[in-house]
């Protein structure tokens, strides 16, 4: 079956820290790969997107992903967070099935608190 | 303008009312989307309207009804709705239905079913 898989639910980190939101997706034809973000009681917003071309991607507020065939992940990470990067993150993937059938699908989330 | 505008934030209404949320964008999408999300969980798509036609429903019961009156907006009918119908509504936009853009949300309506 098609899934998409946040390793980590939570990720508590320190204010400065550099972090790193895991995200990988089952063998299939991918297709496209995004990040979005959820702020508390928000809509979601995207943080950026692998379409093709260079496999390091880079998003808004200083975030970035790298896009890995081999492993079938799309990693997101930021060399230091703020207070204000507290959020839900989700990765959600288009994948394309035998029958070139396309389907959006969205990972659990991973729940972000930075701390001071 | 990047902006998803959706009416009204916050619903509250019984389980026999008949109400409509509303959504609106003006950035020239051909695709809007109509999405359920519970606290904590990643948003369910419920209905792609693509060029203004019902492109997708992901067997939404039949209490739940949309309709695209223009390429700007979309509604959602509600009519009997159950508790557990209670969540996050967002609405979203893409510049073309084919799953392969980004989609821009709106800040969504917060329906309470009581």
């Known amino acids: 079956a098609q899934s998409v898989t946040q390793l980590d639910s939570q990720v508590p980190v320190f204010e400065e820290a550099p972090v790193e939101l895991r995200c990988n997706y089952s063998?299939?034809?991918?297709?496209?790969l995004f990040w979005y973000v959820q702020y508390p009681n928000q809509g979601l917003q995207l943080l950026l997107k692998?379409?093709?071309?260079s496999t390091l991607v880079k998003g808004i507020n200083g975030f970035e992903a790298e896009f890995n065939k081999s492993q079938t992940s799309f990693h997101l990470r930021k060399p230091s967070v703020h207070i204000s990067d507290t959020a839900e993150y989700f990765c959600a993937v288009t994948l394309q099935d035998a029958g070139n059938n396309r389907k959006l699908i969205w990972g659990l989330g991973t729940s972000l608190a930075v701390n001071p | 303008d990047t902006e998803v505008t959706q009416t009204p934030k916050h619903l509250v209404m019984g389980m026999t009312n008949k109400k409509s949320l509303k959504c609106e964008q003006h950035?020239?999408?051909?695709?809007m989307y109509w999405y359920k999300q519970k606290a904590k969980k990643p948003p369910e798509l419920m209905f792609v309207?693509?060029?203004?036609?019902?492109?997708i429903n992901e067997s939404v019961p039949s209490r739940f009804s949309p309709e695209c009156p223009n390429s700007s907006l979309l509604n959602l009918h509600l009519h009997a709705l159950q508790p557990e119908d209670s969540a996050l509504y967002l609405c979203?936009?893409?510049?073309?239905?084919?799953?392969?853009?980004?989609?821009?949300f709106g800040p969504g309506t917060r329906l309470t079913v009581t």
């Open positions: 692998y379409l093709s071309g």
């Open positions: 950035m020239g999408h051909r695709a």
């Open positions: 309207y693509s060029y203004e036609k019902l492109s």
């Open positions: 063998s299939s034809v991918s297709v496209y």
């Open positions: 979203a936009s893409s510049r073309i239905g084919n799953l392969g853009d980004e989609q821009y």
